[in-house]
């Protein structure tokens, strides 16, 4: 071992980089699964970069089934849960269905992101509905200065729904990426990307005494979540992220809360710049292209 | 009269425990020949001074062994900074490639990422051919290890692949040839860390889970911890007598700590039955696994397995005890009762111990 310890560790590198690499190659060969367009609502420049680091990835913005709950994505229900793997049998209204299903451990799926679509479409809708519901009541109860304040509390993230926020939505789940894909055919709006999802028993808030209401499921995460950008796709990035320190470093705040989901934000105002993103066949993306807007 | 040379195939830990014996060898005599008790004819104690000294300068320069308690502190002194040297030019690569990582093309990258454990490597064996105490080519091997774990994980990123526990057997495996190459415990600590992971994953994958969440499902470390037991229960380390001790160190707490675990929060179990059910069922199988390694400890004469698996009896018993009577329990009374099983326990041991005596008189 003695002797043949460090020839067998350089082969193991090459060996090891090799794979990989061939297993790159694979996934970029031929026609490329998903063929999109993002813009920087999509993919936003991470929200600090230290100084003495030059790499850049651009993250993955995504709306769907999370947790908390909203109305729109409960697709994420029972029945896909069990077409999913989980197995949803025991009773939901047992008093121990809580941690049964806690227990559980999450699965590894194919998600549809569908970009720009209906899932968009609805979510804006809704908002605009909910905006206009509670910009009534103001209109209705309050007096003049206390209305614009809080008028420009709900018009506020409704514009930055419209303008800054993602359109990528998670709207559907499977294990068959061929049995998906079929469904969604069109690869320049529908991505497949590998995420984790786990079941979770919904408590009704509104009982004083919390009884376990409805199983679903949310999505816990995208297993790729952030993509590099390669040498020489950099240089618009680079200055907005240096400009963006810069902002900073004079005070400035240049994200706010995303809304309902505690502990994240994203950036307000219209996008900069758009990425074209290819996912190949072992689902892994990688940017074509880098264009300002 | 010809004098032993350690010629046989030795290593340093046996060439340093035969410098020890010598010095307690001497140490002892001195003071048999202070007490009056015994002394050596001046001629046979000059043979044996000879001979030993011819030992210990041969051990020295074929294995840069120890003489003295002060070159033993030495040596400590060394390893703790040639460990700290590792993990601080594991530092250097890593925030090397952060700082340069973004301004060189993509094939420059691949060939830094998979260029710097091999070079490592190469610096390693280097080293080892010009020391005996192999402190550099530690230092170096401990590089290596790290610059091929960044080299996957960077790979990863950079090619925008998701976590894979495949990564970590090839790091493992990696991390092992490198442990067995210059004999280092903590290189091969590094290889069963990330052997265990793997396994564990896909035991987790195999379930149906995520491979991520192998640690919700303590049940999955046992398989790597029998395996690990297994190891120098099969393949002999004559020429690195200190790797079977880790192995089952490392092959012990795999199991001991999933059971403390699951005989406390028996909802992580694979097992699909009430909780409290399985928290017994772990108990008592804790109880028993715990109780055979001490048996088997004290029978092959393995010092950890007997500390680890009294250890683990003991932790055991009080996280019961804890769980049983802190709530009601007077505190005065709860500790009494602690102190009373350690003493049981200490008492019990004594037995043993006499039991074994007698047996090798």
New interface residues.
Partial sequence: ??RW??I???A???V??AI??L??AR?RAGEPDADVVLTERELSLPGWI?E??????LHINWRGPRYPASPDTMWLDRAKLESL?FDCSYPVEAPSAL?HYE?M????VVLVLEYEGEAWRKWIVAWEQQSEGAERKIHESTDAPTRDRRLGEIRGPLERERTSATRLFVVDAGLDLADLRRRYTDRSRYILA?G?VAPLIELDADKKIAKPATLRGHVRML??D???V???K?ALL?SLVASDRRARQAGASLTVATPGQPGMEERSGPPRYKVRVRWGR?L???IVGVEPM | MTVERPDSPMTREEAQKRADRIRAFRDELRELETGGVAVLPEEVGARIRHHHDEVLESLAGRFDVDRSEAEKQLSLGMRIASFLGAVALSFAVF?FF?????????WA??AL??SA??LS??G??FAARREKTLYFSGIVGLV?IAS?GL??LM?????????SPDAFL?WG??AG??A???GMRLLLLVAIIAVTVFVSGRL??W???????FL??PESLFLPGALLLAIPATARHRSLPSFPELYRTTGLLAIFIPLLILASVG??SWIDLP?GAVEIFYQLVGFAVGAVAVWVGVRSRWTETTVLGTAFLVVLLYVKFFEWWWDWMPKWLFFLILGAVAVGILLLLRRLQGAMRKVAA
């Fill in positions: 071992m003695r310890g460090p067998l560790a350089i193991w590198v090459l090891a980089a990989t690499l297993g790159v996934n230290e003495e680091s030059n790499g850049l990835a793997g941690e227990r451990l999450p699965r590894e590998r984790i297993l790729v952030a993509v590099h390669p040498h020489g950099t680079d072992r892994e993306p990688w | 925030f952060y700082r340069f990582w973004g301004a060189i093309p993509t990258q691949v990422l998979v454990p091999v490597v190469v390693m064996e290596a091929f080299t996957l790979l990863g990123d950079l090619f925008n692949m998701g976590p090839a495996l990696f040839v490198l067995y190459t210059c987790g994958g379930g149906g889970g995520y491979w991520g969440n919700e499902r909802h992580l909780s």
